[in-house]
Antibody
């Protein structure tokens, strides 16, 4: 059974940093791209970042480019999201999700398993 | 810029009803559309991918159709567990955009 468990969410001041982690189990982790999706309160989801299965390719939405960095450690079945220069508008639940097909960033489009999310609040 | 719209933004329906939700893109995205269901406090759940393929384990009362820019999610014989918010999401282009959502509640 696929299981994704996020951690690292917290209350942080504007301009601060956080690192989110997502530990995966139940599938061949290195064969799939992984995604971070966030959802602000009362809003629709927003696709934030994608990391490929094994070659380190990444994608970041324009709203976070230059501030967020996605990475993974296949030896630990873990994907990370390093978030710097946080803003109030980054406040959201951050979900880790498994891509349904393939390990490449370019083809990553469908998320078939999601974690329960971790809450990030950016406020002074 | 790529934009996704959904209509209606909300609807009220009764158990047993047929419900239709529409998703429109302002660019051609072929059939690269997913539909997700989300209940309060839960993560989105994949229902349909490639516009019309039912995800494993999803009841057959859910049906997706459409191509290019216009897509539809239909729920026949609405069940109590179907009251939720539904999002379309495109993956024909970057960024991978979600629609604004359609909330289905009980009449």
């Amino acid at each position: 059974e696929v299981h994704l468990l996020e951690s690292g969410g917290d209350l942080v001041q504007p301009g601060g940093s956080l690192r989110l982690s997502c530990v995966a189990s139940g599938f061949d982790f290195s064969r799939y791209a992984m995604v971070w999706v966030r959802q602000a309160s009362g809003k629709g989801p927003e696709w934030v970042s994608t990391v490929s299965g094994s070659n380190g390719s990444t994608y970041h939405a324009d709203s976070v480019k230059g501030r967020f960095t996605v990475s993974r450690d296949n030896s630990k079945n873990t994907v990370y999201l390093q978030m710097n220069s946080l803003r109030a508008e980054d406040s959201a639940i951050y979900y880790c999700a498994k891509v349904k097909r393939g390990f490449g960033v370019a083809v990553a489009g469908t998320c078939d398993y999601w974690g329960r999310g971790t809450l990030v609040t950016v406020s002074s | 810029d790529l934009q996704m719209t959904q209509s209606p933004s909300s609807l009220s329906a009764s158990v047993g009803d047929r419900v239709t939700i529409t998703c429109q893109a302002n660019q051609v995205i072929n059939n690269f559309i997913n539909w997700y269901q989300q209940k309060p406090g839960k993560a989105p759940k994949l229902l349909i991918y490639d516009a019309s393929i039912l995800e494993t384990g999803v009841p057959s009362r859910f049906n997706g159709s459409g191509s290019d820019t216009h897509f539809t999610l239909t729920i026949t014989n609405l069940q109590p567990e179907d009251f939720a918010t539904y999002y379309c999401q495109q993956y024909g282009n970057l960024p991978r955009l979600f629609g604004p959502g359609t909330k289905v509640d009980i009449k």
